[in-house]
């Protein structure tokens, strides 16, 4: 059985940081991308980042381009999300996701095709503070 438990959300003011983190078991985590998103209330889940199995390529949202940086330690089987500079509009639920296909260029292409995600964490709340 596959499972996915967050950590690491909270409350910060803005310019602050957070690093929730993400720890997957019951499957071969190196194989598999794996990706962050963020649903604000009333609004649909949306993109935020993804990263190869290996670590080697990530892909970001432009909203949080330069400002979040995603990471795997695959000997730990869990994926973080930095965030930096962060703003009242990061305010969320984040919810990390796990592939379900070993590496695929869709991933990158298609970011937003939830489709491709099999499993998913349970959620972290995160709260900027202006």
């Known amino acids: 059985q596959v499972q996915l438990a967050e950590s690491g959300g909270g409350l910060v003011q803005a310019g602050g940081s957070l690093r929730p983190s993400c720890e997957v078991s019951?499957?071969?985590?190196?194989?598999?991308?794996m990706g962050w998103f963020r649903q604000a209330p009333g609004k649909e889940r949306e993109f935020v980042a993804v990263?190869?199995?290996?670590?080697?390529?990530?892909y970001y949202a432009d909203s949080v381009k330069g400002r979040f940086t995603i990471s795997r330690n695959n000997a730990k089987n869990t994926v973080y999300l930095q965030m930096n500079s962060m703003r009242p509009e990061d305010t969320a639920v984040y919810y990390c996701a796990a592939g379900r296909a070993p590496n695929s260029g869709s991933y990158y292409y298609r970011p937003q095709d939830k489709d491709q995600y099999a499993y998913w964490g349970q959620g972290t709340q995160v709260t900027v503070s202006s």
């Open positions: 019951g499957r071969t985590f190196s194989v598999y991308p």
């Open positions: 990263i190869s199995g290996s670590g080697g390529l990530a």
